[in-house]
């Protein structure tokens, strides 16, 4: 509190009632000599006598404040009620605030503002960390990725709160993966095989749980291994864990050189603050990747297998599921080869009830029940009704359309059984461009208690082809006024331009032209498997002797 000026003594023979004021007072006339100091400014400067020279008895700070307001020149003084100066004095901190006399006198009041100065450096110092563990949440929780996550943690740690930093994952095997970063620098990343036992308090960091506390340790204790390069000499070490979502992540190893300030009591629990951070990032991380992992796996299960040419019968498949993000839905096919030579292989395409992840989960479901009845894959009815009663007898209430081929060899020709089961029929494509339907019917799997069927017996010529394809194409919705259902008429003159195109080519075709005309609209998963007798070359003469013969 600054008092105001009608109290304030105007003349150094007022100044005996001084002594009565509880903080410093000090006055000094124009030629910076001591004129008064009460007993309280004696306290702060024991050299402040009344005939003494300032510059000899305060602080630089308070003699050059002092100066300002006694210069020759009124312009050159600071304007009045200016003025306040706030330095240190021994390891307190005052505020000052000038009086000018009318005798060219000016009266310092002095108020100790040691305790609002720690205060004020506190508050500094907690927003700074604040904002500091902000900034690094917002980097670590950015990317999933446990490099990316380990990088930003040893990087930052190095930059704010030592010298040097090391970052340690679990063990990976044997190995110790590990990423260092000294100030200024950038991480490098390496793996030792080295055992956490050696460096005291890092195997327990490791492990994580139950909480461990951080561990200070005795720099010649530290292997070198510990001490990254660029880094000299070490002066203090602090070993703290990363603590993860109910797991370990790992330990932070935090350096500092020698000479400069040993970690603090407060530095070591703001360390563990970040440490939280950054343990908290690295293992959502860590799950992330293994979810992925996991993920990745059950996809590649889920996916409709690659086709290629199976004893002799060519076959292209092709899928696009409903939405462009997802890769599994309801849609699906299968190729599974004979196990005798010149037995059928069976051919399975179905589009079960709904899209996502749940419909891929009851393809996966049929699949292999499918996969468990090949024995019987002769019998197309009877591989169809255990079906049904399998999806009866499930706690799914979905339902499935499914269309089952049985494809063999038989000469240059192929012989086929088609048997649908609530699905569109089969459409075969003649060399000559002639589109026709397969005459075969049924019920759907996984509805009724019993299903029927009709099974249709095809020969496909060399060149000819047979397009199995969910109601996902035919009924794609787009064209030039986004509503118009894609439709089977223009599936067929659609093929009928692919008359004696391989078996990839019908399928590109196909899905070419649907993807264009849904364009970016909304549709549901779409499938295509196309089969086809090779064309054959007919070659009029072998070693000039023999007949002419057709070879695939």
Known sequence: MVPSTETTP????????????????????????????????????????????????VPGWLFSAHARHTAPLPAQRPPAGAGTVRGAVGDRSYEAHPTPGDDGTVVWWLVDDT??????????????????????????????????????????????????????APLHGSELPIVSCVRGGTPSVSRAVVDPEAVPGLAEALQGFPPVPSRWLDPSAAPAW??????????????????GHGVPA??????????????????????????????????????????????????????????????????????????????????????????????????????????????????????????????????????LSLLNTSLLNSESTRFATIVLASAAREGNAVRLRLTSAGHPAPLILRSDGRVEEARTKGTLVGALPEITTETARVTLAPGDTCVLYTDGISEARGGPMGGAMFGE?????????????????????????????????????????????????HLSAVDGHTRGRFTA
């Open 489 to 537: 008429e223009r599936l067929r003159r659609a093929l009928s331009e692919c008359a004696a195109m391989p078996a990839e080519a019908v399928v590109e075709h196909v899905q070419m032209l649907t993807s264009q005309w849904v364009g970016a609209g909304r549709h549901d998963d779409m499938a295509v498997v196309v089969i086809s007798a090779p064309r054959t070359n």
């Open 250 to 383: 790992g330990a932070l190893v935090l350096l500092r050189a020698d000479g400069t300030n040993a970690f603090t009591e407060g530095e070591e629990v703001f360390a563990r603050l970040f440490a939280a951070r950054a343990g908290a990032a690295m293992s959502a991380a860590r799950l992330y990747a293994e979810q992925a992992s996991i993920t990745d796996t059950l996809m590649r299960e889920l996916l409709p297998p690659p086709l290629h040419q199976v004893s002799g019968v060519e076959y292209a498949g092709g899928y696009r599921p409903s939405k462009d993000h997802e890769r599994v839905g309801g849609d699906f096919y299968d190729v599974h080869p004979a196990a005798d030579e010149g037995e059928p292989s069976l051919v399975v395409l179905g589009d079960v009830c709904g899209k996502g992840l749940e419909a891929a989960v009851m393809t996966g479901k049929i699949r292999n029940t499918l996969h468990a009845l090949l024995p019987m894959a002769d019998d197309h009815h009877r591989i």
């Open 10 to 57: 105007s003349s150094p023979a007022e100044g005996l009632a001084w002594n009565q004021v509880p903080y410093p007072v000090l006055v000094a006339d124009a030629r910076a000599v001591v004129v008064h100091a009460n007993e309280a400014a004696g306290l702060v400067f024991p050299a402040a006598r009344p005939g003494s020279a300032m510059a000899d008895t």
């Open 115 to 168: 305790d609002h100065r720690l205060a004020r450096e506190a508050l500094w110092t907690e927003r700074e960390r604040t904002e500091f563990l902000v900034r690094s949440s917002n980097l670590l929780l950015s990317s999933l990725n446990l490099d990316r996550c380990m990088d930003v943690t040893a990087q930052m740690a190095a930059d704010h709160l030592a010298d040097a930093a090391l970052v340690f």
């Open 226 to 243: 510990l001490v990254p390069d660029g880094l000299d000499t070490v002066g203090s070490i602090v070993i703290t864990p990363l603590p």
